[in-house]
């Protein structure tokens, strides 16, 4: 068993711009600050401080657009996923718990699991990698799945898509901990 932190690992959350004016927006990379992954077989679990979560950068096709965003934006950006969308005081803990782990080729295992966030679980299967040193797992999830309202402007002209992606980097020596 390890554990794992924002300390020596990162959790990155990644949004999409849509609407009439998505010109107008971003699609934005944000990371999770307080985290601890607890890796221990099929007994794994995880636990998110949602008021953690901070925008690092816009993004575009892919790729990091740092000094696109002023301090002010991504203050007020802040803002609306933590008063708006995740709602930290009500939803403190967003949770992860293994159910099953298997492998799923050379350096890479699945793992099956529930995933409760805003007060909704619901099952999640991701993928983890091994890749340039470091185990790596990127999963969507459907924000209205767990009740989550996407951000919207502009009476809807400027909005987040439903699906987020979530990355999860965790140093390489975790995979002796990933054994099923």
Known sequence: MHDF?????????????R????????????????FTLTLDGPDSHATFDPASLRVICAMHE?????????DS??????????DDILHPRRYPEIRWRCTAITHDGPNA????????????????????EQRDGRLRTRV???????????FRALLGALKIADEIEVELVVPDRAREHLEP
């Not at 932190?5 to 711009?17: E, I, L, M, Q, R």
Request: with cysteine.
């Open 5 to 17: 932190t924002a300390s020596d690992s990162h959790c990155y959350v990644f949004t999409f711009k």
């Open 19 to 34: 609407g009439a004016l998505a010109a107008l927006g971003h699609d934005l990379k944000l990371e999770v600050g307080r």
């Open 62 to 70: 892919g790729e990091e657009r740092r000094g696109t965003l002023s």
């Open 73 to 82: 934006d991504r203050a007020t950006i802040d803002g609306h996923v933590s």
């Open 109 to 128: 295992w699945r793992l099956e699991g529930q995933l409760t966030l805003h007060g909704e679980t619901r099952p999640l299967v991701a993928r983890v």
């Open 140 to 150: 969507r999830l459907q924000q209205s799945a767990f009740g989550i309202r996407p």
